[in-house]
């Protein structure tokens, strides 16, 4: 299975902070990959030099349908394909769910009105609350509005950024129920989550990341039942 997206050997500092340490990962297309990790380990990092948020790594290459975007200008990443929930939610409080929804679909024309019904159709209260300022949405809804935002450009990689973050368990399943649901409706997920045990249960693949290394990889089932990974993300003994 051929890469939607390959990192290969990325470094990045913050001043003399090192804090990726030669990264290399693959994402084939139709995949969910989940990366696990303490806070600090890099994950976010990682993302953030795959969107273009961190311009520039320090050495190394990110490839994204056999194009180098390691340099390339946020928003032509995000017009190549490539969507960002941060984590956080970052939704625009003041402006209305519809408009938060009319900016994930910028520049693609015609394919809004499709868009807008998918993203209704997986999230019906963001249809019911469209008229609703952002801000006023509970946690769950504004991650819900988040990931909705994302998907109306229709990208071909979604990466995710602690979606579950501070939602109740039956929210935070209510996530990852829909993350299974939109890989199978054909867009790829690269996976960053807290939740090491809830992101194996719907990843293809994993990568557990330690101080900006990655430090151990494998299929899902492989890496639920590795010991040390059941030991130190997992919460068993």
């Known amino acids: 299975m051929s890469a939607l997206l390959s990192i290969e050997d990325l470094h990045y500092h913050y001043g003399a902070n090192h804090a990726l340490k030669g990264v290399r990962l693959t994402v084939a297309a139709g995949e969910i990959v989940a990366v696990l990790g303490s806070n600090g380990a890099g994950k976010t990092t990682t993302l953030r030099c795959v969107s273009g948020l961190l311009h520039r790594p320090s050495k190394g290459r990110i490839v994204f349908e056999q194009d180098n975007i390691t ?9 190549a394909g490539i969507t960002h929930v941060l984590e956080g939610r970052h939704v625009f409080p003041n402006l209305m769910v519809k408009e938060n929804l009319f900016l994930g679909a910028f520049g693609k024309g015609r394919k809004f009105e499709d868009s807008l019904e998918y993203v209704y159709a997986l999230f019906p209260r963001l249809k019911e609350r469209q008229m609703q300022e952002a801000g006023t949405l509970s946690g769950g809804e504004q991650q819900m509005l988040a990931v909705g935002r994302a998907l109306m450009s229709r990208p071909k990689l979604m990466l995710m ?6 939602l109740a368990p039956l929210i935070a399943k209510d996530i990852f129920a829909t993350i299974k649901k939109i890989n199978q409706d054909g867009t790829t997920v690269l996976l960053v989550e807290q939740n090491s045990k809830a992101a194996l249960t719907i990843a293809h693949r994993g990568y557990v990341m330690v101080n900006g290394e990655i430090t151990l990889t494998g299929t899902a089932h492989e890496l639920i039942n590795d010991e040390s990974v059941r030991k130190h993300y997992l919460g068993e003994e």
Do not use: N
Not at 71 to 79: L, S, V
Not at 161 to 166: I, M
């Open 71 to 79: 340099t390339t200008r946020a928003e032509r990443i995000a017009a």
């Open 161 to 166: 950024d602690e979606p579950s973050l501070g």
